[in-house]
């Protein structure tokens, strides 16, 4: 059992801003146990085992003095729901443990978590550069929002460390990555690209919704921030919308706060506990996620009618070895193309009779989807092309279901294509 990061038993401590956090001991779980116990502590009002959902908008004071304090940060307990919540710190504290973070910050969703991040941390005149297969909205939002406030930006492959060293300039503040990259599936090096952020004093942050934290641990290898869309692998059941952000120290955590707080990207209490509810069996359902797509992505790899397959659990895969130095496992997702171009692909597509062709992934069941047409379509076809989003790429999000059944779902939609 890996108990290299783990700690799971919390304590109170004196709150930012007026909201209480929570803060982890130094005892040691493996990551299973932190995934299943962190912030599920028993309820000490009533002794529920499960956490209460406080659905609540404000939280009332014993005086006026100890609101006064609560305001102004000298007193712990909570204020507004908007500013803090009972419910939504177990989920922020239990992310983070898994993280290795100083705490987290849940958000209404993941562009919720990637816009408070740059919110708070360009400003006029910065440039940043991201990685140029980001999810679509992250790239886009940057592009075309961002920049009508005077922040610069640079997308390219940052898999590229010489390119990555290339696009840098004096006005650089923010290095974002996704790794691996969604849908191109690249792996870009978490080690190296720390390593030349903090030479050029440019802080880190990295979308780790395709690995999630049971599989990769950014902060582990000198990254500043972690960012989830919690809609994803996190909760695992397709029925929330959430995000969070996890800082590794409390310097950033305080700075994104401050953003977080007046933004009111926060998450509703309900949708924390369903989150924090579907943490509990993250680690199961990755295991057994990335299992199936592992024999999926072997017998893609094998048929005549597909074209290519890149999977990081595949010796094929350019980063093979990157995925076994810096993941614990090659996640669940895969991409692909068929034979035949667009027209075959979207004839696959609308073949499939198990597999459910929606966007989104990491819930339990298999989920497939053409980004080109969705969650990239609103990229220029040159910047997609150039960032390795064919016309003709399938993404296939894994799911729990007996893998006999997905490979033979797969097989009569590729005769159709």
Known sequence: MDRSFCRSTLEHKTPLGGRETMSHNTKKFGRDTVTIHAGGEVDPATGAVSPPIYQTSIFAFDDCEQGAGRFAGSESGFIYTRMGNPTVARLEVAVAALEGGFNGLATGSGMAAVCTTLLALLSSGDHMIGTASVYGPSRVVVERDFVRFGVESTFLDTSDLDAVRAAIRPNTKILMIETPANPTIVLSDLKALAEIAREHNLITMVDNTFASPILQRPIEHGIDITIHSMTKFINGHTDIVGGIIVPATEELYKRIRSMHLYLGACVDPHQAWLALRGLRTLSLRVKASQA????????????????????????????????????????????????????????????????????????????????????????????????????????????????????????QALEKA
Not at 294 to 303: D, F, G, M, R, S
Not at 327 to 337: H, Q
């Open 292 to 411: 199936n797509a592992q024999i999926v992505a072997e017998y893609l790899e094998k048929h005549p009618k597909v074209e290519w397959v890149r999977f990081p659990g595949l010796a094929s895969h350019p980063q093979h070895e990157l995925a076994e130095r810096q993941m614990d496992g090659p996640s669940a997702l895969i991409s692909f193309e068929v034979r035949g171009g667009i027209e075959a692909g979207r004839n696959l597509l609308n073949s499939v009779e198990l597999m459910t062709l929606a966007v989104s992934l990491g819930g339990i069941e298999t989920l497939i989807q053409h980004p080109s047409s969705m969650t990239h379509a609103a990229m220029p076809r040159e910047q997609r092309i150039e960032a390795g989003i064919t016309d003709g790429l399938v993404r296939l999000s894994v799911g729990c279901e007996d893998v006999e059944d997905l490979i033979a779902d797969m097989e």
